[in-house]
Nanobody, 123 residues
Framework: QVQLVEHGGGLVQAGGSLKLSCGGSGRSFNSDCLGWFRQPPGTEREFVAAIGWTGGTNYKDSVKGRFSISRDNAKSTWYLQMNELKPEDTAVYYC?????????????????WGQGTRVTVSS
């Protein structure tokens, strides 16, 4: 059974940092595109960042320069380092994995999802 579990959410002040991690189990994710999405309060889930199996990345415009996605294939774990956090980054953050060679930003490309971890940025 494939399982993704996020860790690292919490409450942080604006300008602060958090690092989310996602641990995968049940299959190899080494050849997958790994991503992070978020769902702010009262809105739909949106793309945040993704990293392909070769290391190529893609980011939502509003997080470029502040967030960084990385992966550790040996640990089946990927990360989202979030710096200079803003109140508008408040959301439930989900990790996801997509089978394929691209770097995907659409939800429908992703096959496996975590349950989400809440990030709250206070002003």
């Amino acid at each position: 059974q494939v399982q993704l579990v996020e860790h690292g959410g919490g409450l942080v002040q604006a300008g602060g940092s958090l690092k989310l991690s996602c641990g995968g189990s049940g299959r190899s994710f080494n050849s997958d595109c790994l991503g992070w999405f978020r769902q702010p309060p009262g809105t739909e889930r949106e793309f945040v960042a993704a990293i392909g199996w070769t290391g190529g990345t893609n980011y939502k415009d509003s997080v470029k320069g502040r967030f960084s996605i990385s992966r550790d294939n040996a640990k089946s774990t990927w990360y989202l380092q979030m710096n200079e956090l803003k109140p508008e980054d408040t959301a439930v953050y989900y990790c996801a994995a997509a089978r394929g060679v691209g770097v995907y930003y659409t939800e429908r490309r992703y096959d496996f999802w975590g349950q989400g971890t809440r990030v709250t940025v206070s002003s």
